[in-house]
């Protein structure tokens, strides 16, 4: 395939041999006296974006996944149990005073969890609020970012990272509490703009001191995870330093997190109905609002081993996975760029 290249092709304020530079370049064409006799594209760059780009949406879909179910496990309280197996009727029943170890859990299931959002919202409920996310991260990186580069010459680098974290996080408090909202509740025909903007700041207000204290928690632990992974120990404070990381994580920030999920929920709109059953007093008996301390000891025992147990389910989606796919791509493209 032929292309008259030249000044009278692109017009005379562009010269031949920049022009000829370029598809080069871009197309892999084979010049001769400065212009091109053939064009073959070179697929195999082509080959490459499109792995990146199915790589790089498989692994945030991934993530996002595990983080819905679970906010989803972290929030649901059913206000029913299950009748003991062998019975004739096994319908939800209400029964009055009862253990809540033998409460029946949507998110119990990990694959029953799934199945439940796909009956609920259909094939794409398992991505619900991807694209709320999404928006909310950027803004927030933006916002980190204008707000480290004003504080970066008055602040040491440490504290500004950590204060941009914070002022980030609280001026996206409403778009993050609606995030939250969007995934806990069922579909509805509104986009997630307009629940935006339908939200008060009256309302997002009161969940920003949680925000803030687990915003500021999840940057310290992330700062000494950071410090234990770049120090250059051996033998046992090695293996310490592996370990550490997990076990900050189980153990305070994701604990944290789903406390501050409880707040987010506490506030839904009555009139929207939940994606999982859930109280959204979150046992209060007063009508104050739900306070992050308040949401951590809502929790109870049953309910952290009910987070940690769907935490461990995740692993292998959300630690494995990933590896295992970029190692996929990789290997395929190389194996591609050898064909001849």
Known sequence: ??????????????????????????????????????????????????VFLFLAVSIIAIRHTAGLLTIL???????????????????????????????????????????????????????????????????????????????????????????????????????????????????????WFTRLMSTPWSTARKTLPALASVTLLADLIGGLIHSLAAAGVDGPTRAIAILAPFLLFLGIVLPASAALVRVQASHLPEDIEPIVPFDRTFGKTDDRDLTLEEAWRSMGMHGWKRVARMSVKLAPMTVVLPPILVCGGFFFVRTYAEVP
């Open 73 to 191: 496990t972290s929030i649901e309280s059913p206000p029913a149990a299950y009748l003991p197996l062998g019975q004739n009727d096994h319908k939800a029943v209400a029964v009055p005073r009862i253990n809540v170890e033998e409460r029946h859990y949507i998110t119990s299931s990990l694959f029953g969890t799934l199945r439940h959002l796909r009956s609920e919202g259909g094939f794409f409920a398992l991505w619900r609020g991807f694209n709320a996310n999404f928006f909310h991260l950027i803004a927030r990186l933006f916002v980190n970012r204008i707000c480290q580069i004003a504080l970066g010459g008055v602040l040491p680098g440490i504290l500004a990272r950590i204060i941009s974290s914070i002022i980030s996080s609280l001026a996206l408090g409403r778009f993050a509490m609606v995030c939250t909202h969007i995934q806990i509740s069922k579909p509805r025909s509104t986009t």
């Open 1 to 50: 395939m032929k292309f008259p290249v030249g000044e009278q092709f692109l017009g005379a304020a562009v010269p031949a041999p920049l022009v000829g530079w370029i598809l080069e370049e871009t197309t892999g064409l084979v010049q001769r006296g400065g212009f091109p006799r053939e064009s073959r594209v070179n697929y195999s760059a082509i080959v490459v974006i499109i």
